[in-house]
Every structure is written in structure tokens, then in C-alpha cells.
């Protein structure tokens, strides 16, 4: 899958993980978002921005995460991979 | 453009994102809507509503919930097109009002930042301040105010509190004259907006009627996709490929000077955002748990989620079908009491029979669904007012997802089982365009609440009543149960070969904001109520109307000739002069069986002319196509005639069985039963009916789309009749095939 590859290549690069490895409890900050254009941009208008803080509340497929107040229900599959860096340990 | 009749009305847009109590604030200011724009193709609806302050008359547009005034699909256009004045549907605005959820506000100012691009003077609504208390996050609203140069004003909708001070702050903005938009974007990116607007303006034609506005120039830059380049330059007669060209050079000296197209725009926005609200906007340094926290850690669970919505479901469908039935048995009753009337009032004959028959039922066929689809919203609208229908929709998502489908698609196939009028309708909430269409297309499959009648009568009439897996679960209830589970499977199975094929794509990614828990506003349900009403009223309503007429005229046309009709009109006239005989001599019981004998000859007149009529001849014709099925020309015809709607066939039936139309009523479903089993072949004379025959309209009625409303509803939400068609092609043909593998499987199991 090309999209996991770009976004595996880039997380090697820069110690970031995928948001999917996040465990209950634990944060992260935004370091990319990769994957078709258009729902990129979405996500970034929905607050996924680069150093934005998420929380993971319930992981798993779809997993709901926490960001700036608001609840998401989250899936992404093949289409897109956001990629968090560790920060703070679990709460 | 302001209506001429008024020509002082300020017109005020409210705009914000989804859950942010933007509908309860649009009903505190002005209550119930005047009117609603719709627009062909787009699913977008906006409410225009009116009040009065400072003694001047007011229009507030309502213009639905968006993240974003990104345009990249037509309803997003509408929004944009509304907010510039670019549509005759609503009034330009003079002023915008933007509702800012102060629980999210980050997100929500990411949209206040476009707004103020806008060039219209903006307030700022600050709603959901007891919910952001709750997670202790404070704000400065005065601080607020300075910083963004617009009022900012804490409003409790639901409490009537701010509401006036909203209204004053509207008036005082109205009257000054609007900032000049700001800009976020770094300079380089302002620079290439600059460049453009200067070409757009040098290939400008002479009657500047394709004047673009400075924020849809920017929009065209961002705008990747190309729909915004396709959509401004369609009907304009600018050089579009030339300024195609200049846009991607723009693009790539913006790349160049580290301004990515379209990452510069939430970069610069959000790094707005930050500015803007630092020191006046303090998040608690660890996320307190709330109520609704606790609420969640049950309701999303695998385990607890999954049971609790099974149990809404359960209970939800239970309150459709009871707390209808008593509405529905009154407007039949209505319905019966003006057909009396009209059969006292006028002398028999076809205007009589048109107006009982085709008229009188045919909006008796509209009105009846009515209480269904509001109770239906009713319930719908407080379950996604108050929060639960995003909690619903990401527990169904794994499921969904395994048909290519995501959790979004749930709701509007959970309505389908009620009525997938409705269940169409609430697509609406499906951003992908596949995804919307793959749910349209499969919502009509769902075992609608049309379809029991039939269900009950062929089980009650053929399924033996036997108890298995001792005693726990009866035959009869088993084939019920069989026949949704058919409805569910092939929709599932359609799904995933129109995601592979026609609408070919990944299953779609699931972003849904589950918003936090609150009190459904009972203004804002009501509202959404009758709108949902209104809609199924003028959509569906004439076209059933009018089908129901045409149907009349294939049942009751050619007429008999008085040849064929004498010897029924021989038999009543023999009758009715032994009943005045009987009631001479005071026989009771003797009177009695002749009332029933001459009701018995007017049910085969009626029969008779059935048979004689267009649609019994139809029937005849046909009679080769359905005998594979184990049909003869009556089914035959009975399926014709329910094709407008399936709920009529139990009562053509009746008709064409000799059994009388009131087959729907009371013990007529048992007479019709028995006279159901009674029926033969007129050539072996073996019974007509056995359990393959039973089983094989159920699974017709099951799967074909015999609902004129729905294709109507089809129709609309889709934008056009293709695929209406596909759906009435694609439905038939399952049916026509599965009632055959059907008919022909239980003819070998049973021997």
C-alpha cells in the first residue's frame, strides 16, 4: 500500500508512530497526516493540525479519540494514516 | 434584492459548525421558519425565519452546520453562494452570526476565520459556556471581543438567556459599516491572491456579471480538487484553461516558498486560531471527567453499546408501529367516513367510483403514513439532538465497514425498516457521494412496515403452525424472521457488488465528532418533525395521488357489458324481492343470510369486472412470465396492482378472490385466507396456493420495489431518474429471481 509506505518512511525518519498504536489513556501530538488529498484537508479543518495534543479514549477500529474538547469516532483503514509523537505518559 | 414590499429588512445569516446549538438558537430568535429554499440537486436546506427588535423587521437565514466554507461539492456551494449573495433563494446578508461552541472552540474559530474574510460585519455567538464549565475550560469573552474587533456573546438558547443581547448586538453591527476583511495567510500566499484577482479582472467581461468575490478567488487557489474551477467557469465566458494554467504556476511558487497548497490553509488559520485566543482561552491542565465521559465509557463499549442500541432499536420500532396505530386507524376511519358521504351524496356511477376509489384513497394512501414518519423523527431527531445517534453510528461501523459501507450509513437503514421514505431522506447526513448513493439504492430493501401485512397474511393462511427447538420459536414467527433476514442479506450483498462495480471504492473513512450529550430542545424536534412531514407530503404525496388514480382507472376500465353483468344483476334483483319478502314476514334469521347472500353477488360483480378490467387482462397477459413462480393471473394481476404500493395487494386480493376490498379489515384477513386456500387452478383444479406459492410472493414482496413514494423520494434526493430506474430495474429483477429459485426449491423440498 502506498499511502502505509510514504507514511511508514516518514515515521522511521522521525520517531513518530501511528495513532492506531496508542493505548486507552494515552496522548500524542499531530506530527502528519498522509493519504488521499482531500480527506487531509479535511481532517486538518477538524483540528488534526501538526503539534494539536489527542488522546486516545477507546482504541481500536474505529477508535475515539479526544482533541481540543471534542470526541471524534475515528477509522481510517487504507485511506489516510495520522502519525503521532508519543508525549507525556498515560494519564 | 431584498423583496420589494420591504425595503428596510436587514437579512442576518447564521452560520456554525454541526452541534453547536446553532438550530435551538435559530428558533429562539424567530421560532418557527416562514419558509425553507430548496434547491434541485442539493440536499442542503435553509430556513428563513423573521423577528422584530428595535422596531425594525429582521429575515434570519438559517444555513446549515458546516466545519468549513471550503465549496468542493454543490452542497457546500449553496452555503458559500448564500453567505455572498450569489443565489436568489435567500436574501443577501447584511450581517453573519456565527455560532462558536465554546467547549470546541478552537475548531469553531478555525470558521470564524473564514467567515471574516467574508467582508460582512460578524457577532459572534458563544454557545455551550455551561458545557465548556463542565470541562473547565474558561474564557474571556470581552478579551475576545477586543482581539477579533466583533461582539462575542454568551447565549443559553435553551434557557432564553443572551437572546436580547445577541439581538442588540446584531442592530449596532447592521448599522456600522463592515471591517475590511483580514487576512491569516502569509504574505507570499495574499501576493498570489493579489496576482489573480488582477487577471481574473483584465479577462473580465464588459457586464461583470461574473464579478468573482475576493474569497472565492482565494477559494480557487486552494481548491485542489478543480470542482470550484469547473463550477465558476461553466456558465462564464472567461479564458478558464488560461487561468487553469496560471493557477497551477501560483501553486508551484507558492510550493517553493514553503506555502504547500492546501496545507498553508489550515496552517495559517489554525496559527490564527492560536494567536487569537492565547491568554483568553484556558484548557484544565488534565481532562476532568464529566458526566457525560461515564455516559460514553458504556455506551461505546462493544459489549454494553451494542445491547443498549439493540434495545433503543427494539424499543424504538415497538413505539413506531403502536403509538401509530391509533392516528392511523383514525385517519382510515376519516377516510371511510367522507367515502360514506360521498356514496350518500351522489347516485352510483364513475364519478362516484372515481372519487371514492381513486381520489379518497388515494390520499387516504398518503395521509396513513404520515403518523409512522412523525413518530419516526420524532424519535430520530431527539436521539441525534441529544447526542446518541454519532455513539449509534460508531458502533455500527465495523459491521458497515465490512459491506464497504461506514457507520453513517446505519441510520438511514435503521429507518428503512419503519419506512424507507424517511430512511432516504436521512442519507443526507453522508458526505461521500458513493456512499450516500451505495445506502439509497439498498435502504428500499429493508423489510418496510408496508410489507408486514403481507408477511401476515400468507403466514397465517400457509405456515403450519408449528413449534420447534422445543417449543421455544414458532414456524410462523421463524419465516418472519426469515424473510427480514432476506431483505438484510441481499442489501448487503448488493451493497458490496455496487462498491466494487458502479460505485466502485474503499470502504470510506469514518470521522464523525461525537458531540457531547444534551437535552433534546423540543422546539427544535418539533421543527425538524413537521419539515420531514411536509417533504414526504409534497414529494410522495402526488405522485401516490396520482398514481392512485391511474390505478383506479386500469381496475374499473372497460366497463362490463350489460350481457356479461345480467345474470349478477339477475341473482341481486332475485335476492333483494325475497329480503323485502322476508322482512314482510319478520324472519330475522332469513333476512339475515340474504344480506349476506347479496353482499356475497356484489362482491363477485366487482370480482368480475376486476377480472374484466385492464389490469385483470394485464394479469392474463402475463400469466406465462409467473407461472415459474407458481403464480396464476390473479396473483398475477393483485402483484400488478401493488406495484404503485405494496400495501394495496392484501385489498386487490380481496377483490379479485371475490372476497370484497374490506380484506384488509378486521376478520377479512381470515376470510380472505380461507378463501386463499379454497382457490384452484380452473384446469387440474388442484389448489392454487400451497407453502412454495406462499413463500414465493413473500419473497417477491420481500425484495421488489413496489413503492412509487420511495423511487419518488429517490428522484429527488439524487437529482435525477436514473436512479430511480436503477432501483426499480435492479429490485424487480432480484425478485423475479428470487421468488423463482424460491418457488422451485420448495417445490423439490416438499416433493
Known sequence: MRVSGQAVAVAERTKLVPLSLLRAGEKGRIGGVYGDGALVHRLREMGLHDGAMVHMVRPGSPCIIRLKGQSLGFRMDDVAHVLVQLGGASS | MSPVTEPHRVAVALIGNPNTGKSTLFGAISGIPQRVGNYPGVTVEMAVGEFTHAGRRWSLIDLPGTYSLAPRSPDEMVTVDALLGRTPAVPPPDLVVCVVAANNLERNFYLVSQVLELGLPLVVALSMVDLADAQGTTIDAPGLSIRLGVPVVPVQAHRGIGIEELKGAIARGAARPAPPPESPFPEPFQDEVRRLESLLASEQPINGACTIPRYLVERLLLDTSGYLHERLFQDCPLDGPGIKQALREARERLAENHCPVPEVETLARYSWVARTTQGLVAHPDEHRVTWGDRLDSVLTSRLWGSLFLAL???????????????????????????????????????????????????????????????????????????????????????????????????????????CAIPGVMSTRVIEDRR??????LIAPLMSCSARLPVYTLMIAAFIPERRLLGGMIGLQGLTLFALYLVGIVVAAAVALVLKRTLLRGAPPPFVMELPPYKWPSPRVVFRRMLERGWDFLRNAGTIIFAVSIVMWGALSYPRMSSGEAAPFLAERQRLESRLAAARGSGDAAEEEAIAAGLADVANWLEGAQKRQSLLGRAGRLIEPMVKPLGW?????????ASFPAREVVVATL?????????????????????????????QTGRPLFNIPVALSIMVFFALCAQCVSTLAVIGRETGSWTWPAFTFAYMTALAYLAAFLTYQVAMWVCG
Do not use: H
Not at chain 2, 435 to 440: E, F, G, Q, V
Not at chain 2, 668 to 681: E, F
Open chain 2, 435 to 440: 456512499d450516500r448513493l451505495t445506502t439509497i
Open chain 2, 312 to 418: 433503543v432499536m427494539l424499543l424504538m420500532f415497538n413505539a413506531v408501529f403502536t403509538w401509530a396505530k391509533w392516528p392511523m386507524d383514525g385517519i382510515e376511519a376519516l377516510i371511510g367516513g367522507a367515502s360514506q358521504r360521498i356514496e350518500a351524496a351522489l347516485p352510483e356511477g364513475p364519478l362516484r367510483s372515481l372519487l371514492i376509489d381513486g381520489v379518497i384513497s388515494g390520499i387516504g394512501a398518503v395521509v396513513v403514513f404520515l403518523p409512522q414518519i412523525f413518530i419516526l423523527f420524532l424519535i430520530l431527531t431527539s436521539l441525534e439532538e441529544c447526542g446518541y445517534l454519532a455513539r449509534a453510528a460508531y458502533i455500527m461501523d465495523r459491521l458497515m465497514a465490512r459491506v464497504g459501507l461506514s457507520g453513517k450509513s446505519f441510520i438511514p437503514l435503521l429507518s428503512s425498516f419503519a
Open chain 2, 654 to 682: 380481496g377483490v379479485i378472490f371475490d372476497v370484497g376490498k374490506d380484506a384488509a379489515e378486521g376478520d377479512g384477513s381470515l376470510r380472505l385466507g380461507s378463501a386463499l386456500r379454497a382457490a384452484s387452478w380452473p
Open chain 2, 632 to 640: 396464476d393471473w390473479r396473483i398475477g394481476s393483485a402483484v400488478i
